[in-house]
């Protein structure tokens, strides 16, 4: 409906991006809280983190072959069906302490939903971008996300302060659902000439080949390190703030803030050849310091340090590592015999296996050794306080070594 005012399938990317940040940003800020009240327990947490990822890493593998035909928002527009379908489930199946399997389907269509928009992003980034405007675009699309992050918390925490939290989550997942059911709507088409689909043989030379071990070895570090500290980290936050308002007025101030940086950021590389690796260097030095600091002291102030890090910094890292593995993906698929789709689909197949493991790992210990959720998540955020500079070392590996596959093929 919307394709006469997207001309570029660029800002049709940047439609369906921001549209699923509306949607995770209303309901998605509240995710661990939510879970939290329900269960009581870091185990169960763990557990439907296990399924969700579970059912991610299944939707994921279908979407990418569904999105190979060349129309990008097919996938995107499956994600906001099901998007529709969790506010749906939510608003009139709300479950309570008593009646918690109602957990199992709403992680399941999360999980669905999640792996759809991923493969696509993934596959429309790299048929429809280039290297060289990469690092700008994705930018641009990271402050699009973040004024969309800056306004949705808070006015969702705020409705939440003045309702019962039944009837606060309740509203909230309607919400989210009308969001999504509007942008499904709505959405401009994305088209372009297919891309050789992908081809799952690959993927055991793609596990075994001595040229990917670095790039394999950051991949499945990363993910278990990124991800276990992003959900260690919502746990604790949780703790500390201890009601939705709270949260929702913290996750918005923190997007705020990052939302001017890195509108100063974009404004300073335009134009400009870049070591990605310094940015990064700088990055995981604010993730680290963040992380310590939160793990030893666990209080407002403490907190406030970690946001100021994660608003300033933190991006920093996630943005232009993910450039440098983007690029890692492009100069296998130009020549080491991969077809464009494959590197980014094996990549998030080894993510998403690495993610498994590492909450398989975590209920397993936790319900040996039972704790509260808030010490569990202590002790994980803890352990993995120095985890960013292992990132940065593997990450100066692979953009080394993609310095000399580019200039070796140069030279041929």
Not at 35 to 62: D, H, P
Not at 63 to 88: D, E, H, P, W, Y
Not at 300 to 319: E, G, H, M, V
């Amino acid at each position: 409906m919307l394709d006469r005012f997207f001309t570029k399938n660029s800002s049709r990317i940047a439609f369906y991006v921001i549209t699923y940040a509306l949607y995770t940003t209303i309901a998605g800020s509240f995710d661990v809280a939510f879970t939290l009240r329900i269960t009581g327990s870091f185990t169960k947490l763990a557990i439907l983190y296990l399924f969700y990822y579970s059912c991610l890493a299944l939707s994921f593998v279908v979407s990418t072959f569904l999105v190979s035909a060349g129309k990008f928002s097919r996938g995107f527009r499956f994600n906001l069906f099901f998007q529709a379908s969790i506010g749906c489930l939510m608003f009139f199946g709300m479950p309570t302490k008593e009646q918690q399997l109602i957990l199992l389907p709403y992680f399941m269509l999360k999980g669905v939903s999640e792996g759809f928009f991923w493969s696509t992003r993934h596959a429309s980034f790299t048929c429809l971008t280039d290297n060289e405007h990469r690092d700008r675009f994705l930018l641009s699309l990271q402050v699009g996300a973040i004024v969309v992050s800056v306004s949705m918390p808070f006015l969702a925490g705020l409705f939440m302060r003045f309702n019962t939290v039944r009837g606060g989550y309740s509203g909230i997942y309607i919400a989210a659902a009308g969001a999504a059911l509007v942008s499904l709507i709505l959405g401009p088409r994305i088209v372009t000439a297919p891309p050789v689909r992908p081809d799952l043989r690959k993927f055991r030379t793609f596990l075994v080949s001595p040229g990917n071990r670095s790039w394999r070895d950051y991949i499945f570090f990363s993910s278990i390190n990124g991800t276990l500290a992003m959900f260690s980290a919502g746990v604790l936050n949780f703790g500390v703030l201890r009601t939705e308002f709270n949260l929702g007025m913290f996750t918005s101030s923190v997007a705020l803030l990052s939302a001017v940086f890195i509108l100063n950021i974009r404004k300073r590389i335009k134009g400009k050849n870049i070591r990605r690796i310094v940015f990064v260097s700088i990055g995981a030095s604010g993730d680290m310091a963040g992380r310590l600091v939160y793990t030893l002291f666990l209080n407002i102030p403490s907190l406030i340090f970690k946001a100021f890090c994660d608003s300033f910094l933190t991006p920093l890292r996630s943005i232009f590592a993910e450039n440098i593995i983007r690029r890692r993906s492009d100069l296998m698929a130009a020549h080491d015999g991969y077809s464009p789709l494959e590197p980014y689909l094996f990549q998030e197949l080894y993510i998403l296996g690495a993610r498994i493991l590492a909450f398989s790992f975590c209920a397993i210990v936790f319900t040996f050794f039972p704790v509260g959720p808030f010490v569990a998540a202590r002790i994980i955020l803890g352990f993995l306080a120095l985890a960013p500079l292992i990132d940065v070392q593997l990450l100066k590996r692979i953009e080394k070594e993609n310095l000399h596959k580019m200039t070796s093929h140069d030279i041929l």
